[in-house]
């Protein structure tokens, strides 16, 4: 069974910084394209950022770019999301995703969130 285990979420004022981890097993890690998530309550679940699987493609929600940085550590099977100049509206329960792009390509997995909230 594939698990994505996060961690790093928190509370934060207005302007600061978090930043997020999450850890897979090497099987997954280097066969998937890695991504996070956030849900914000009574809010659909909403991309933030992804990272291909080589490292060599990111991408990112308008609301977040220029303040978030997503990143990936081949030798510690990890992958980071870097939140600068937070703001009370990313207060979200966070998620990471991994996309199979080998073995079973499409297959989605997530990992069991970590809440992050910004005070004003």
């Known amino acids: 069974q594939v698990q994505l285990v996060e961690s790093g979420g928190g509370l934060v004022q207005t302007g600061g910084s978090l930043r997020l981890s999450c850890a897979a097993s090497?099987?997954?890690?280097?066969?998937?394209?890695m991504g996070w998530y956030r849900q914000a309550p009574g809010k659909e679940r909403e991309f933030v950022a992804a990272?291909?699987?080589?490292?060599?493609?990111?991408s990112y929600a308008a609301s977040v770019k220029g303040r978030f940085t997503i990143s990936r550590d081949y030798a510690r099977n990890t992958f980071y999301l870097q939140m600068n100049s937070l703001k009370p509206e990313d207060t979200a329960i966070y998620y990471c995703?991994?996309?199979?792009?080998?073995?079973?390509?499409?297959?989605?997995?997530w990992g069991q969130g970590t809440q992050v909230t910004v005070s004003s």
């Open positions: 990272i291909s699987m080589s490292g060599g493609n990111t």
């Open positions: 995703n991994a996309k199979k792009v080998l073995g079973l390509p499409g297959a989605v997995y």
């Open positions: 090497a099987r997954t890690f280097s066969t998937s394209d």
